[in-house]
């Protein structure tokens, strides 16, 4: 299984020119092999191949005078440039023909120097590496010191610098776990302990044994800061150099808030994987809410991101995990007697049962049913269910924090 380990760095005045230079080249033979693809298609003619795309916009490119400055950085960049073109043409051809899971993607855009984020990819052809110091060496950029919250578990493959909107520098280092060295470091639970999760807004999740865990709001504590943040940002003439700082006060207060809600979610996630052997959620319809009048709460609460790190996490520590349709009536049914109640509005937060009389609090019913109904698809397959594959998430923590004795393996 591969995964993200990511740490934060930070380069030096002479180092972020570098790195500015090698964000603007990448940028450049992105945007020339996307713009090679458009004249194609508009022509009629097939597109052009990797090969070819590579021998035009790098090596020959090299020797024009208005592109010789892509001799300043790496050529492993400017590759993997050309290989985002072909990975992001490939996703939407996919979309295209339903072979692609989850919503369709579009063509691929231009990018721009202006975006928020920006990237470079070092593979192992690159020849950086870790030094003995515990800085990370980059070719035509320098040794960057880097702040390790701990030790990677394995040789990584290949390793992503990220420049992110709130003008923060990550390293992002891929790395091949071995599943049976990862199914050792947690003690085993017991093989009986499952647990249903009911997601909501009052409370972030309410479990099937009835423990209820706060939602944090993060967005909503931080709101006030972000609106007087963003009061000043409109205030800037465009253009200006107050305009630029107050874009990146506001930047970092919501970087703020996102750090603060994956930490939350890793915490979260991590305790109920090392607990229980098999965990179950409803698949909800996030996108949907998102277009309501709770889309601010629905977006604050990030469910989506909750249930990808369980859905990662079950698979690389062996745990079983079960994702019930969101058609499932788990707000409807009685979970001692079974019986149907119909729809409730949400304001409806306890009910009784007219068939046996029972009195439920809503949400612990819904966790009871919403492990009812997994328990019940699995014994009908008569085998256990099994996660798909995931990609590889950034980072397994949320914490950029770090003691000063650790260092990378």
Not at 47 to 57: E, R
Not at 185 to 193: A, G, L, N, Q, V
Not at 236 to 265: C, I, P
Request: glycine fraction near 6%; aromatic fraction near 8%; charged fraction near 30%.
């Amino acid at each position: 299984m591969q995964l993200r380990y990511a740490f934060r760095v930070y380069p030096e005045p002479g180092q972020r020119i570098a790195l500015a230079r090698a964000f603007g080249c990448a940028r450049v033979v992105f945007n020339d092999a996307v713009r090679a693809r458009e004249d194609a298609r508009a022509a009629g003619k097939p597109f052009p191949t990797a090969a070819a795309l590579s021998q035009q916009l790098i090596t020959r490119a090299k020797n024009r005078p208005e592109r010789s400055w892509l001799a300043d950085v790496s050529s492993v960049v400017l590759q993997q440039a050309l290989r985002d073109v072909e990975a992001a043409y490939r996703n939407f051809f996919a979309s295209l023909k339903g072979e692609r899971k989850g919503r369709k993607v579009g063509a691929p855009r231009f990018r721009s120097r202006k975006d928020g984020r920006q990237s470079i990819r070092f593979t192992a052809n690159a020849r950086w590496k870790i030094t003995g110091g515990g800085r990370l060496s980059l070719p035509k950029i320098g040794e960057v010191r880097v702040k390790w919250s701990r030790a990677l578990p394995a040789v990584p493959s290949s390793v992503t610098v990220i420049r992110d909107a709130a003008g923060r520098y990550f390293a992002s280092f891929v790395i091949d776990t071995d599943p049976d060295t990862d199914r050792t470091r947690w003690d085993t639970p017991d093989p009986d302990s499952a647990i249903g999760i009911d997601l909501g807004l009052t409370h972030f999740a309410v479990l099937s044994d009835g423990t209820k865990i706060d939602s944090p709001r993060f967005l909503r504590r931080a709101e006030k800061k972000l609106k007087k943040a963003q009061r000043e940002l409109s205030r800037k003439r465009k253009g200006s150099k107050n305009r630029a700082r107050a874009r990146l006060k506001l930047a970092r207060a919501h970087a703020h808030v996102a750090d603060a809600r994956k930490e939350f979610h890793h915490q979260l996630s991590t305790q109920l994987i090392r607990e229980n052997q098999a965990v179950a959620v409803e698949d909800l319809a996030v996108f949907g809410l998102a277009c309501t009048r709770l889309a601010k709460s629905v977006h604050d609460a990030g469910w989506s991101q909750f249930v990808t790190m369980l859905e990662y996490k079950a698979k690389r520590y062996g745990r079983t995990f079960v994702k019930i349709g969101r058609f499932e009536p788990t707000s409807q049914v009685c979970s001692a007697c079974g019986h149907r109640d119909g729809p409730k509005p949400l304001h409806v937060r306890e009910w009784t049962c007219p068939a046996c009389g029972t009195r439920h609090d809503r949400d612990h019913n819904a966790a009871k049913n919403v492990k009812a109904a997994a328990g019940l698809a699995a014994s009908a397959w008569g085998a256990p269910v099994r996660p798909e594959p995931v990609l590889a998430q950034r980072e397994e923590t949320g914490s950029h924090g770090i003691p000063p004795q650790a260092r990378a393996a």
